[in-house]
């Protein structure tokens, strides 16, 4: 029979239940068990499609065309496994799924109440992922005390009861702040949060620690005093440079035998030493060279708005053993300031996806900058689509050209809606969403790259390359190097006299892993350590 985990969150947000989830689930995976993980989100949108990115972050898109959590994006990471929209639940699913049963009927007509109609559809998510797995982890987004997160951990709670206690763990992330005014670690707030959860029916089997500070004897048997947890189970997690050391910190504290031995759990794997991601920390922490690479966006105030990109250029320095620098650049800086001050000392240039108008000549005027120049660049999504605007203007003296999205009444419409999209009103679920496959040219750049002719990669998007336009970028020495199987849709387009110059319509991040860097980006931070010398 499958167990359950169960991760929580207390205190503050942002305490990185996300990490904690996806490192239980890399350290039971090496112990060879059949692993996955859900992510429940309470708030009430379908999905994060149309949420601000200052607000949610990053969009994360998996196979099957979902607008998922970013945190999928950790588990896909983490697990070296692809989600599907079943590894993600919002509350808004849930009340709609719900509401769709009451309209047909399915209730016979009964009173439709939190408990047990929405409760049982919680823990029907749940349960749908257990199949073939050994163990569901399940992370409860917010934090312990949210009224719109009750319903959830009402859920879990009845799991518990109907699993027993070897049938499912409870794992709780608190804080415990520092004070440096008086030099002192404060566990009250863990004290309470843990009072909250019981307060609702849950006992944390599990505390998860994270501090500034390594936690002292006494604080350890102060907590598992006060909250009634096995002293075994208080688990220090530490602030880290890099994500992946939580892993290891954790293995350190023995979080894997603990849950071994509670869930009585028998792995083909007894012992395990975690040396492959030694191995990628390593790389992390000791690089042997460095590159600067600009991120030209428009949501650079928020890092998680970028987060698989950033973290694919994690993967592809480890792999080169270097650091990446990532100077995040705002795209209405270079229109004010112009690229040749705001880009100045770099050594790569990514266009980074987005939607809107705004900073839009910012980023084709980086696009231009690279170009001209000869410094690598890469452009995603937007960031190809800008990259062709630029060169319809600059190279095929199509004055006013644009994408229609920003100028509908441009007399060179090189980007255009996708005629199938023309006319929706609704903005959520809309766009060219999921995996789609693509051929690439014989002895292409990204060919070579790839070493292959037919990929599948992730799309979000809704306006296209203008196929109209194919033969004029040709003769002016674009290369169509990937396009859709029915040679209609344009995604990879590249330079030909230029060191590295690439652009994709597709999302290349999503499917970069610790250990397998994204060939793309790979080769593109090999290009910017060439162009330093």
Known sequence: MPKFIFVTGGVVSSLGKGIVTSSIGLLLKEHGLRVTALKMDP?????????????????FVTDDGAETDLDLGHYERFLDENMTRRNNLTAGQVYHNVLEKERRGDYLGGTVQVVPHLTDEIKSAIRSLSDGRDVVIV??????????????????RQIRLEEGPSGALFVHVTLIPFLKVIEEMKTKPTQHSVQKLREIGIQPDMLVCRTERPLS????????????????????????????????????????????????????HLEITMAGWKELVDRIMNPEREVNIGLVGKYTGVKDSYKSIIEAFVHAGAHHRARVNLRMIESVDIERDGPERVLSGLDGILVAPGFGERGIEGKIAAARHARERGIPFFGICLGMQVACVEFARSLLGLSGANSTEFDPNTPHPVIDILPEKKGLREMGGTLRLGAYPANLAEGSLAHRIYGCRSISERHRHRYEFNPDYMEAFTKAGAVLSGLSPDGRLVEIIELRDHPFFIGTQFHPEFKSRPLRPHPLFRDFVGAALAHKG
Do not use: C, W
Request: charge should be negative; aromatic fraction near 8%.
């Open 43 to 59: 708030y009430l949108n379908v999905d994060p499609g149309t949420m601000n990115p200052y607000q949610h972050g990053e969009v």
């Open 217 to 268: 004897k006494e604080a350890r048997d102060k907590i598992a005093l006060f909250t009634s947890v096995a002293r075994e189970a208080v688990l220090e997690a530490l602030d880290v440079k890099t994500i992946y050391q939580v892993p290891l910190n954790l293995f350190r504290e023995e979080m894997d035998e603990f849950i071994l031995s509670a869930l009585r759990l028998t792995p083909p």
């Open 139 to 156: 992370e409860v987004g917010g934090t312990v005390g949210d009224i719109e997160s009750l319903p959830f951990l009402e859920a879990i």
